[in-house]
T-cell receptor, first 114, second 116 residues
Framework: DTGVSQDPRHKITKRGQNVTFRCDPI?????LYWYRQTLGQGPEFLTY????????KSRLLSDRFSAERPKGSFSTLEIQRTEQGDSAMYLC????????????FGPGTRLTVT | AQKITQTQPGMFVQEKEAVTLDCTYD???????LFWYKQPSSGEMIFLIY??????QNATEGRYSLNFQKARKSANLVISASQLGDSAMYFC?????????????FGKGITLSVRP
């Protein structure tokens, strides 16, 4: 299957711990996005990459959050010193670098901070 | 102001009937794109249909069509011949500007339930 994959699918962590999520985009897609979705809401944009360059970061992305895409393929999203408010579904998407290109989403990583 | 507004409460439709899900948007850009995604209970976001701001024809994809009314800034999704598998959350989203700005802004979604 050549869809977007994310790992892990679920993560439970204690407040204050660091967590890292991985996203593998569709292989020919050079754009990669991270979104966060809380219960009952639509996804909210966090950041996106074109190849290895991080082109935009939302103000939602506090300094505890960092994302990388070192070789322009997979990406990682790290949250340091997790807080209960970080509990959410973290969605990764990828697309071609074309204005009308749809974004294909992965299954998401559900984070629960206890 | 909200960029994407989806205000319908949970929607119900009888199997095999058509249903319209409303979406209004707000942007000052001349170039933008509108998307609809479906999110079943399993959680994955599934792309359904796209409409560009300069497209003169309403977009169609199988049983999905987009009723695009630019002057009213609305982009309603029409699902024809509803199926039980259409029960899900539906999100309207917008990309503003040209290709370099490609992030999507989503509405809060609408829950659709299809009755047998």
């Amino acid at each position: 299957d050549t869809g977007v994959s994310q790992d892990p699918r679920h993560k439970i962590t204690k407040r204050g711990q660091n967590v890292t999520f991985r996203c593998d985009p569709i292989s020919e897609h050079n754009r990669l996005y991270w979104y966060r979705q809380t219960l009952g809401q639509g996804p909210e944009f966090l950041t996106y990459f074109q190849n290895e360059a991080q082109l935009e970061k939302s103000r939602l992305l506090s300094d505890r959050f960092s994302a990388e895409r070192p070789k322009g393929s997979f990406s990682t999203l790290e949250i340091q010193r997790t807080e209960q408010g970080d509990s959410a579904m973290y969605l990764c998407a990828s697309s071609l670098a074309r204005g009308n290109s749809e974004q294909y989403f992965g299954p998401g990583t559900r984070l629960t901070v206890t | 102001a909200q960029k994407i507004t989806q205000t319908q409460p949970g929607m119900f439709v009888q199997e095999k009937e058509a249903v319209t899900l409303d979406c209004t948007y707000d942007t000052s850009d001349q170039s933008y794109g509108l998307f609809w995604y479906k999110q079943p209970s399993s959680g994955e976001m599934i792309f359904l249909i796209y409409q560009g701001s300069y497209d003169e024809q309403n977009a169609t994809e199988g049983r999905y069509s987009l009723n695009f009314q630019k002057a009213r800034k609305s982009a309603n999704l029409v699902i024809s011949a509803s199926q039980l598998g259409d029960s899900a959350m539906y999100f309207c989203a917008m990309r503003e500007g040209t290709g370099a700005n490609s992030k999507l802004t989503f509405g809060k979604g609408i829950t659709l339930s299809v009755r047998p």
